[in-house]
């Protein structure tokens, strides 16, 4: 609160008040939402606290957006605020692929960086990639089709390359703590969980040259 205070004092010098601040909520669950809308009876204050401790606590009612109770033809707002809303709300459902988030009413008005955003956010959801690129064949428009066609080659490629990176890192782990074993027979469990917490290719490298060289496992321990 003191950053928002001085942020806006920076942006606005003769300012002595904040604007109103309207906090909400917004809740994705496909089930009713059972707690309080009241931020304070979310805290828990130990018992006999006394009023020393409570009057520090914020109390406000926040605003609660349901997306449970939100039918999807009535979510309004922007086309990509429309298409996150729904989006957010068919993840609970298992509806990713279906046509309230695939309209091509609001898809073909998104803005490039939005709409591969929102395929993004689709795609991260481990869906049947089957599924999807038949839903891609689905769409009408050929510009959206095309869109997302390559989206979903780029989306692939980078999938391969992080897939070939991490193997690649694995096995740079690996043979360090072969090495490690060869050479001095045992490698404490510290040592091996430092060593596959390491993810620089050279790093690993310098590591594997240093566990071939190094006199003992204190030496090799420095380099890290």
Same mark, same amino acid.
């Given at each position: 609160?003191?950053?928002?205070?001085?942020?806006?004092?920076?942006?606005?010098?003769?300012?002595?008040?904040?604007?109103?601040?309207?906090?909400?909520? $917004?809740?994705?669950?496909?089930?009713?939402?059972?707690?309080?809308?009241?931020?304070?009876?979310?805290?828990?204050?130990?018992?006999?606290?006394?009023?020393?401790?409570?009057?520090?606590?914020?109390?406000?009612?926040?605003?609660?957006?349901?997306?449970?109770?939100?039918?999807?033809?009535?979510? $309004?707002?922007?086309?990509?605020?429309?298409?996150?809303?729904?989006?957010?709300?068919?993840?609970?459902?298992?509806?990713?692929?279906?046509?309230?988030?695939?309209?091509? &009413?609001?898809?073909?008005? $998104?803005?490039?960086?939005?709409?591969?955003?929102?395929?993004?956010?689709?795609?991260?959801?481990?869906?049947?990639?089957?599924?999807?690129?038949?839903?891609?064949?689905?769409?009408? &428009?050929?510009?959206?089709?095309?869109?997302?066609? &390559?989206?979903?080659?780029?989306?692939?490629?980078?999938?391969?390359?992080?897939?070939?990176?991490?193997?690649?890192?694995? &096995?740079?782990?690996?043979?360090?703590?072969?090495?490690?074993?060869?050479?001095?027979?045992?490698?404490?469990?510290?040592?091996?969980?430092?060593?596959?917490?390491?993810?620089?290719?050279?790093?690993?490298?310098?590591?594997?040259?240093?566990?071939?060289?190094?006199?003992?496992?204190?030496?090799?321990?420095?380099?890290?």
């Amino acid at each position: 609160m003191v950053r928002i205070w001085n942020d806006y004092l920076r942006n606005n010098p003769l300012a002595t008040k904040l604007p109103a601040i309207l906090p909400l909520v $917004l809740a994705q669950d496909n089930k009713p939402w059972k707690s309080s809308t009241r931020f304070a009876d979310l805290i828990d204050i130990p018992e006999g606290a006394g009023e020393d401790i409570k009057k520090h606590i914020p109390d406000f009612e926040f605003q609660l957006v349901e997306l449970f109770r939100m039918p999807f033809e009535k979510i $309004l707002g922007t086309p990509m605020g429309i298409l996150t809303l729904r989006a957010l709300k068919a993840e609970k459902l298992q509806a990713l692929l279906d046509d309230v988030v695939w309209d091509e &009413s609001l898809l073909i008005q $998104l803005p490039s960086a939005s709409f591969e955003m929102l395929m993004r956010y689709i795609l991260d959801r481990d869906l049947d990639k089957p599924a999807f690129r038949r839903r891609l064949k689905t769409l009408h &428009s050929p510009k959206l089709s095309k869109n997302a066609m &390559s989206l979903a080659e780029q989306f692939r490629q980078e999938g391969r390359q992080e897939g070939h990176q991490e193997g690649l890192i694995f &096995s740079k782990q690996q043979d360090i703590l072969e090495a490690l074993e060869i050479r001095f027979q045992r490698v404490p469990g510290g040592l091996r969980e430092e060593i596959g917490s390491i993810a620089d290719a050279k790093k690993l490298t310098h590591l594997h040259r240093a566990a071939i060289t190094s006199a003992d496992l204190e030496s090799f321990a420095a380099e890290l």
